[in-house]
Nanobody, 120 residues
Framework: QVQLVESGGGSVQAGGSLRLSCEAS????????MGWFRQAPGKEREGVAT???????RYADSVKGRFTISKDTAKNILYLQMNSLKPEDTAMYYC??????????????WGQGTQVTVSS
């Protein structure tokens, strides 16, 4: 069982930056694969970035070079640094987690979401 608590969302101008945080509890963080997803109104949820149990990072093509996923293992916190934000980045951002062996089937645990709004 994993509990996820997100923070760091807000409203920024295009070109600005935000840093999202996801604090995990309830299971061994280092043995759980985690990632960030986002969903805009009327659009399908999409994966943004992942940091798996083997230390590999993966990014959606739309955010490569602008977003960076990182973690503080000692504090069980996952981060998403978002730079050069664009209006199309506006969405509800969710932290998700699951056992690494089941990740390809879709993550099971989700945070409450944090809103990111980017104005032009």
């Amino acid at each position: 069982q994993v509990q996820l608590v997100e923070s760091g969302g807000g409203s920024v101008q295009a070109g600005g930056s935000l840093r999202l945080s996801c604090e995990a509890s309830g299971d061994t963080y280092s043995r759980t694969c985690m990632g960030w997803f986002r969903q805009a109104p009327g659009k399908e949820r999409e994966g943004v970035a992942t940091f798996d149990g083997l230390g590999r990072t993966r990014y959606a093509d739309s955010v490569k070079g602008r977003f960076t996923i990182s973690k503080d293992t000692a504090k069980n916190i996952l981060y998403l640094q978002m730079n050069s934000l664009k209006p199309e980045d506006t969405a509800m951002y969710y932290c998700a987690a699951d056992s690494c062996g089941s990740w390809h089937l879709g993550p099971t645990y989700w945070g409450q979401g944090t809103q990111v709004t980017v104005s032009s």
